[in-house]
């Protein structure tokens, strides 16, 4: 009798006793990727001086598609690399955008070596874009990845799957958050402007600044931003 006593306590679903510790790491796990903080410091805090221009690979679009038709051919699917870089402003998250002419926005980054790991990779591009010129290094922290992105064909439309039917994806972009430093001095391209743009802005608004950057809105909604009031004027002579 006692047997069967021993038996019904120790059957069922959950066995608490046996899964109290399992439990625990579970829930702390959990707090850990389910309250994700990045921190947000004010535009103000950042110092953005100009270097020289910064220049694009290729000529035109359709020499950037030949010469990706060119290079599959040889190593197979491009990959690239962004950055997005947050601050904020009136105490609304805004994204640091690359602008060239008065219609096109990017955000930083670009292609990787080949074999190139893609953390190193967009360190070095970030470096390559907004990197000093009086010798300091820059530290870059590369928080999370936050989209991916694919080209299915030689052609201007990405999407955030690989579509039915494709089985050799001509580019995979992926997105990765970039946490700033409290301070930092950029040097912007002289052929870019370099302007932040709030998220309201952002969303829903492909027209103006395609399906990868008005689509960050709602990558981004699952972090909770600690917004820093301290701010830091800065006046650079150039």
């Not at 694919?150 to 050799?168: A, C, M, S």
Request: charged fraction near 20%.
């Amino acid at each position: 009798m006692a047997m069967a006593t021993s038996q019904v306590k120790g059957s069922g679903w959950p066995r608490r006793a046996s899964n109290s510790s399992f439990e625990g790491k579970v829930v702390q796990n959990q707090s850990v990727t389910i309250n994700r903080t990045v921190n947000l410091y004010p535009l103000t805090n950042y110092t953005f001086g100009t270097k020289e221009p910064l220049f694009e690979k290729d000529p035109s679009v359709p020499a950037r598609f030949q010469r990706m038709r060119d290079e599959f051919d040889k190593i197979g699917m491009r990959r690239s690399v962004e950055g997005v870089l947050l601050v904020h402003e009136h105490g609304l998250p805004h994204v640091l955008l690359l602008q060239l002419g008065t219609t096109f926005f990017k955000l930083p980054g670009g292609e990787l070596n080949t074999g190139e790991d893609e953390v190193e990779g967009l360190k070095r591009l970030l470096t390559e874009t907004f990197g000093r010129q009086d010798g300091v290094k820059q530290e870059w922290v590369i928080e999370d990845t936050i989209g991916n992105w694919w080209r299915p064909n030689f052609e201007p439309p990405q999407y955030p799957y690989v579509p039915p039917h494709i089985t050799k994806p001509k580019e995979h972009k992926r997105l990765f958050l970039v946490q700033l430093q409290e301070k930092a001095l950029f040097a912007v391209p002289k052929n870019y402007k370099l302007v932040a743009a709030p998220l309201f802005e952002l969303y829903d608004n492909s027209q103006g600044y395609g399906p990868i950057i008005s689509s960050l809105p709602q990558s981004l909604c699952r972090y909770v931003f600690k917004k820093s009031t301290f701010c830091m004027i800065h006046i650079l002579v150039m």
